[in-house]
């Protein structure tokens, strides 16, 4: 136990000192890239497209961020001409958008495991929170208003996503609006990324980060990263709360 502990103490001190917890959202506080996966498909079957991303193909596409700008991708690996107009990428991923976000209603993807207590305790610290991702502001509220209720926007001081910014990641733009929104200095925040692409956004930015394996990345090269976990239950805020509390009489 103490060798965990001290396996375990940088990422922790890191997190403890930070003014902001600045957090991506797909991979890093759910696995939610297989529900992403499963409604593109849902998107292209009903455009009448005969593409089918399996894990593999979705991985592989998954280094290219943004919705629409895989498809485009993907439309050029294959060589496709016509190419797809605007309107009918848009359109299809108005169709994965919905899709995905009726898929997640069923509630059938929970946050991983730590990220409640993590917010609890930044909270109860007195630490700001934010949002810094790729995806669209319909995926974020789909998601956390499943998991944190109606009114989860509340507890966060800034909240940017991909359509906010002119280039999504691994450009630091996204972290470089959410650091202004929150008018703190990178290196008094914490960025909490699952991808070799987030990692080099919030570096670009100047944010150290703290990497939270997911199944999608958990090969990627976070050299780069402060710290590297395999969820942040491993911070161990939950078994610290505890250990706070009277014992039991």
């Known amino acids: 136990m103490q060798a965990e502990a001290l396996a375990f103490a940088p990422a922790r001190e890191l997190v403890r000192r930070a003014a902001a917890l600045i957090f991506d959202v797909d991979g890093t506080l759910a696995e939610t890239e297989e529900l992403h996966r499963q409604a593109f498909n849902h998107a292209f079957a009903r455009h009448g ?3 089918q991303w399996d894990r593999a193909v979705y991985k592989d596409l998954l280094r290219v961020t943004g919705g629409k700008e895989r498809m485009r991708a993907y439309q050029e690996r ?3 001409a016509p190419a797809l107009s605007d309107a009918d ?4 991923h108005r169709i994965k ?3 995905y976000a009726g898929l997640v209603e069923t509630g059938c993807c929970s946050l991983r495991p730590g990220v409640i207590e993590l917010l609890a305790a930044a909270k109860a610290r007195g630490q700001r929170l934010a949002i810094a991702t790729t995806t669209s502001h319909g995926n974020i509220d789909a998601l956390l208003s499943q998991a944190l209720g109606a009114d989860w926007a509340a507890e966060f001081d800034a909240i940017v996503a991909g359509d906010d910014v002119r ?3 691994p ?4 972290y470089l609006e959410t650091l202004a929104r929150l008018q703190l200095d990178a290196a008094d925040c914490v960025a909490i990324e699952d991808s070799a692409n987030g990692l080099i956004a919030a570096s670009r930015a100047g944010i150290p ?3 939270t394996r997911s199944m999608f990345f958990a090969d990627d090269d976070f050299s780069a990263a402060r710290a590297v976990l395999d969820d942040l239950s491993e ?3 939950a078994k610290q709360e505890t250990e706070k509390q009277p014992h039991a009489q």
């Open 89 to 92: 990428i848009a359109a299809l």
């Open 171 to 174: 450009a630091p733009d996204v």
């Open 49 to 51: 497209l005969d593409w």
């Open 78 to 80: 294959l060589g496709i």
């Open 209 to 211: 980060v703290l990497i």
């Open 235 to 237: 911070l161990g805020v």
């Open 97 to 99: 958008t919905a899709h």
């Open 167 to 169: 280039h999504k990641k």
